[in-house]
């Protein structure tokens, strides 16, 4: 199983399961684990779960809420410590230093930092990185209106006393009322879909995806069609 953190404090619920929905679209088994201290998804995802910790399927996405530890899912299905679980990619969503040292995030595990560019978001998003003590690789996912340099050019500011190297490559997602539109219109009906959303919102999840699977920009654009 692959471990993908999404770090920061920005809400990342319906990205990360919008993306993990188009993995299923490629045959890969996804698991979302939701560590963030709203759990937001608790309140999004349909399900009949009323318990503190539980795993529910979501249009063949499984979703994670209450967890603090890989071991703990673990225990949950009734597995070892030793034992992996069953899932090609699992997509953790962190906005603490906590979660990112329980759920065992790593140099090599692909890392995506997700923010808009509102202090709070910047600020405490980043606060996940300043226990750490040795660099680590992160792509940059920002939310914005403008995609000004200047709002590059204060993240560095903000961040270049802690250990992090920024990948060169930036995806951006607009910051648009359709967009927001549409996630609040799939919200309402349980479901899954692209439909209504931005060019620019979908090109994104489709780069992400492509990152995360090393797939063709053909292999996953197929399986975005199919949403």
């Given at each position: 199983?692959?471990k993908?953190a ?8 319906d990205?990360?399961i919008c ?15 939701d560590?963030?201290a ?21 249009e063949n996405?499984?979703?994670?809420i209450?967890f603090?530890?890989i ?8 597995l ?5 679980l069953?899932?090609?990619y ?15 995030i790593k ?16 600020r ?8 750490l ?7 940059r ?8 340099p200047k709002?590059e050019q204060?993240l560095s500011?903000?961040?270049k006393?802690?250990?992090i190297k ?13 967009d927001?539109?549409a ?7 349980g ?10 919102y ?22 975005v069609?199919?949403?």
């Open positions: 199983m692959e993908v999404f770090i920061g404090s920005y809400d990342k619920a990205m990360l993306i993990a929905k188009v993995l299923t679209l490629m045959k890969k088994k996804v698991i979302v684990i560590t963030t709203l759990s937001k998804t608790r309140y999004i995802v349909p399900t009949m779960q009323s318990t503190k910790q539980y795993i529910t399927t979501f996405v499984d979703v994670a209450g603090e530890s071991d703990q899912i673990k225990a949950y299905s009734s070892s410590k030793a034992d992996t069953d899932y090609d699992a997509l953790i969503d962190i906005d603490s230093y906590r979660s990112y040292y329980y759920f065992g140099p090599e595990t692909q890392k995506f930092f997700v923010t808009s560019f509102d202090l709070y978001n910047l405490r998003g980043l606060q996940v990185f300043r226990k003590t040795e660099p680590i690789g992160i792509k996912v920002l939310f914005t209106k403008e995609m000004d709002e204060y500011f903000l961040s006393k802690l250990p920024w990948d060169p490559d930036i995806v951006y997602f607009p910051f648009d009322t359709s927001l539109n996630i609040y219109s799939n919200q309402r009906s479901r899954i879909q692209l439909k209504g959303l931005s060019n620019a979908v090109d994104g999840i489709e780069y992400l995806v492509e990152v995360i699977s090393g797939a063709s920009q053909g292999e996953v654009r197929k399986a069609k199919r949403l």
